[in-house]
């Protein structure tokens, strides 16, 4: 499985962006899918996690009611909605694809390259 995510950017505080993560090779519905985030100097963190059939999400904390996380099996995709971005929400983000529902990173087998998210104050 090889995953590309994009759509990231620079946003000021309180804006939106939507991230896309597309997958080929054995996709559709087969894996679980994930976002995670790397700040400058920080190790990956979990933010966002969903079921292969896409009606289970789960999240983080720090982005719960701020973030949603979704998926089109049909076009193999993966989406993270982000609204009311903060400055402290500003990393790299990556998309990640996996066996099992979980927030943590040793659980995932496949990574995407990562996209850049900077949030002005």
């Known amino acids: 499985v090889q995953l590309q995510a994009y759509g990231g950017g620079l946003v000021q505080a309180g804006g939106s962006l939507r991230l896309s993560c597309a997958a080929s090779?054995?996709?559709?519905?087969?894996?679980?899918m994930g976002w995670f985030r790397q700040a400058p100097g920080e190790e990956r963190e979990f933010v966002a996690t969903?079921?292969?059939?896409?009606?289970?999400?789960y999240y983080a904390d720090s982005v719960k009611g701020r973030f949603t996380i979704s998926r089109d099996n049909a076009k193999n995709t993966a989406y993270l909605q982000m609204n009311s971005l903060k400055p402290e929400d500003t990393a790299v983000y990556y998309c990640a694809a996996g066996g099992r529902l979980s927030n943590i990173v040793n659980e995932y087998d496949y990574w995407g390259q990562g996209t850049l998210v900077t949030v002005s104050s």
């Open positions: 969903i079921s292969r059939g896409g009606g289970i999400p």
């Open positions: 090779g054995r996709t559709g519905s087969t894996y679980v």
